[in-house]
């Protein structure tokens, strides 16, 4: 196991528990004390993490998995959902982006598809960029920019460390002023009643201002997080016109979300 193999399942483990203990640590990964030890101090460093005599425990109150130890998780799932989505964005829309692992995916496919540029229907003008993406993330603005073909629009606003994610007045500032032909949202829980939620209410904001800005909304998460609800509620499931996920999803899940008017596309 590399080491940022290790950090991601230490972080997991702490985010589940709060706690963790170098011996129970050293056990679950099948490696030595000493190099959960060094692990644990590494991660302190970074302020991810407090140490304790004996182990460690969460940073702050309020403690959330930073978005590079996300990514390598359900990564298969979360192309494949990414690449699905791709295809359903036409050239020359408009296309809003939220911030997380999936969201970030999604963008890497649209690079990809548009990688050659605006393909015209026959006898239209040639005239704009290919691809229009609006986006509060930041990881997601930097991957975006070098690409010539894609025209990116970045908000304003305090960025959120965990997850590159600008929020603020700033940023409605600027999402009250856009038209989107179709938002793409990633999301930390989705349930049948309550809707999709987010672990901050911040983010949870900006993603529901994302959702009354477009046209269409399409919301992209792995299966692990159906049933499942986070803190801060971003918009009901009346406002979401398609939901993709892999097919781990559970059939009853999917007939309720369908009853409740939301498409579903497994992937």
Not at 136 to 143: H, K, V
């Amino acid at each position: 196991m590399s080491k940022h193999e290790r950090w991601n399942t230490l972080l997991e483990l702490l985010a589940a528990s709060g706690k963790l203990e170098v011996e129970e640590a050293a056990t679950a990964l099948d490696v030595s004390a000493a190099t959960i030890r060094r692990d644990l101090d590494e991660l302190a460093e970074q302020q991810l993490l407090v140490r304790t005599r004996g182990g460690a425990v969460v940073h702050g109150v309020s403690y959330e998995l930073p978005l590079r130890y996300k990514s390598t998780r359900h990564a298969p799932e979360k192309r494949r959902i990414a690449e699905a989505v791709a295809d359903l964005v036409a050239p020359g829309d408009v296309v809003g982006l939220n911030g997380g692992t999936t969201t970030t995916e999604v963008a890497r496919a649209l690079a990809l598809r548009f990688a050659s540029g605006r393909t015209e229907a026959p006898g239209a003008a040639a005239a704009g960029p290919a691809l229009t993406v609006v986006t509060n993330a930041l990881n997601i603005a930097g991957e975006l920019a070098v690409r010539p073909q894609i025209k990116i629009v970045t908000t304003g606003g305090v960025a959120r460390p965990q997850t590159y994610e600008l929020v603020g007045p700033l940023t409605v500032g600027v999402l009250n002023e856009v038209v989107l032909d179709v938002v793409v949202l990633g999301v930390d829980g989705v349930d049948p009643e309550l809707g999709v939620m987010a672990h901050q209410e911040d983010e949870a904001s900006i993603s529901r201002l994302f959702a009354e800005r477009a046209s269409r909304v399409v919301v992209v998460t792995d299966s692990s997080k159906m049933g499942r609800r986070a803190f801060a509620r971003i918009c009901g499931l009346d406002r979401i016109d398609l939901l993709v996920t892999d097919t781990g999803i559970a059939p009853e899940t999917v007939a309720q979300l369908t009853e409740a008017g939301v498409k579903v596309l497994t992937v």
